[in-house]
């Protein structure tokens, strides 16, 4: 039987993928107990709100440096009861002293099959370097930028993109699927590490 695992959700701007994660894992495999923004009256917050789920901000410019602003996100999201700590457009780095409250089980969905194309403005990295495939990638998070061991990964042809906006289109609905799925594998309890490859997640099938 799967656990309604208790996740927090940290956002930027949009929110397109935590209305997916509401409108999917919200209320059966997870229930979202927390968004927390980098960014005052952003749409994902009025997504949440919308949803009856708590909302907080936490700015850079409100703390002298990210690891008082990293103590009091973590705070606030271990208060609120989190498990699982979802990055769903997050634009800011967290630092050791954040993940290492919640080892194990912070989450980020990235707009690239990493490793290629980490960081910032991947999809336009992407098309920079001519390259015919693109994809989404739901992996871990580590210290480094988007270097954590890969949950999901999911491709698609796009030979002839030119412009963001088209290859941004093509990998939305990719993304909407993925970070859903990853988080009802983690509350299935169903990711471990390969023995043999610790950089390798290993996916359980047929829980319960
Ligand atoms: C997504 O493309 C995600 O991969 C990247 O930031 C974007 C967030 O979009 N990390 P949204 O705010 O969920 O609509």
Redesign the pocket.
């Known amino acids: 039987m799967t656990e309604r695992v208790p996740i927090a959700v940290l ?10 994660l509401l409108d999917t894992v919200h209320g059966r495999e997870a229930q979202v107990v927390a968004v927390a923004s980098s960014v005052a009256d ?3 917050l009025a997504r949440a709100e919308q949803r009856g789920v708590a909302t907080a901000v936490f700015a850079r410019a409100s703390y002298p440096d990210r690891g008082a602003r990293d103590a009091a996100l973590a705070g606030w999201l271990l208060e609120r009861g989190a498990r699982l700590v979802v ?5 800011e780095l967290l630092g050791e002293s954040f993940l290492s409250r919640f080892p194990g089980a912070v989450i ?4 690239s099959l990493l490793p290629a194309f980490p960081g910032l403005r ?2 336009e990295q992407a098309l920079e370097y001519g390259v015919k495939v693109f994809g ?1 990638t739901v992996h871990f998070v580590d210290a480094g930028v988007d270097s954590g061991a890969i949950i999901l990964q999911r491709a698609v042809e796009l030979p002839d993109a030119r412009e963001p906006g088209e290859v ?1 289109a093509a ?2 609905p990719l ?2 699927a993925l ?1 859903p799925a990853a988080v009802a594998l983690f509350a299935a309890g169903a990711l471990g590490v390969d023995p043999g490859n610790l950089r390798r997640v290993a996916i359980r099938s047929g829980e319960g």
């Open positions: 956002v930027s701007g949009t929110g397109t993928n935590l209305q997916a952003v749409p994902a990055l769903a457009g997050y634009m980020n969905v990235h707009p991947a999809v989404v941004l990998l939305r993304e909407h970070l």
